[in-house]
């Protein structure tokens, strides 16, 4: 069943245990052993630092981005992750072509407020979030109206689609937490357009 998150100018749905926990430990174990982790280094009140987590992009060849000054391109296609992908496609009759892939160690990693309004994206990007591992919050705000925020307890399994306007309209972010926390893997499904007036921009990671 797919809850509606009700917030003004935004199509978010959530989908609970939309991978049976078999399948997400199963999906978790071999990510964890398998992915090229990275720190990419991210621009921050002017000056370079490490991201909170580790990560990688991956995705078919063309699906390069530029970041912070350096473009990036994907890492090849794990076999595990093929079927969660056509999976993914089926169900919202949307290709993606990339994903990236942040690994959190613990509530010290965290993701800073940003959208993914690049655009490389286009103008109303379909975004599919796969959570694995421990439960974090997952957190909205209006990029006007500071008032409008939303915050998710997202879980293993878990699928969070977000479309239409929501990147104009809001931010999200994965903050960090002083509470005992696990490991916890996001996956997080686009579509790079390969052909894009001004393309260029950052891609937020």
């Known amino acids: 069943m797919t809850i509606r998150v009700a917030l003004p100018g935004a199509e978010i749905g959530w989908r609970r245990a939309w991978l049976q926990p078999a399948q997400a430990d199963a999906l978790m174990q071999a990510l964890l052993a398998q992915v090229q982790w990275q720190v ?3 621009r921050m009140f002017g000056r370079r630092v490490d991201s909170p987590r580790l990560s990688s992009w991956i995705g078919d060849p063309e699906a390069s981005y530029r970041y912070s000054g350096t473009r990036f391109s994907p890492q090849p296609w794990l076999d ?3 079927p969660v992908r056509k999976r993914l496609e089926d169900e ?3 290709r993606f072509n ?3 892939v942040n690994r959190y160690r613990s509530g010290r990693d965290a993701m800073g407020w940003h959208s993914d309004d690049e655009p490389e994206l286009g103008a109303q990007p379909l975004i599919a979030s796969v959570s694995l591992g421990a439960r974090r ?3 909205f705000k209006h990029r006007d109206d ?3 925020t939303q ?3 997202l879980g293993h399994g878990d699928l969070l689609l977000m479309g239409g306007t929501t990147q104009r309209h809001y931010k999200h972010a994965v903050p960090r937490t002083a509470r005992p926390v696990g490991e916890r893997i996001n996956l997080t499904f686009r579509h790079i357009a390969l052909r894009v007036t001004g393309a ?3 891609l937020s990671v």
Do not use: C, K, N, W
């Open 40 to 42: 990419h280094r991210i």
């Open 80 to 82: 595990v992750l093929q």
């Open 92 to 94: 919202t009759d949307h």
């Open 98 to 100: 990339s994903v990236l």
């Open 137 to 139: 919050r997952f957190a």
């Open 146 to 148: 500071a008032g409008v």
């Open 151 to 153: 915050t998710l307890e």
């Open 200 to 202: 260029g921009a950052p």
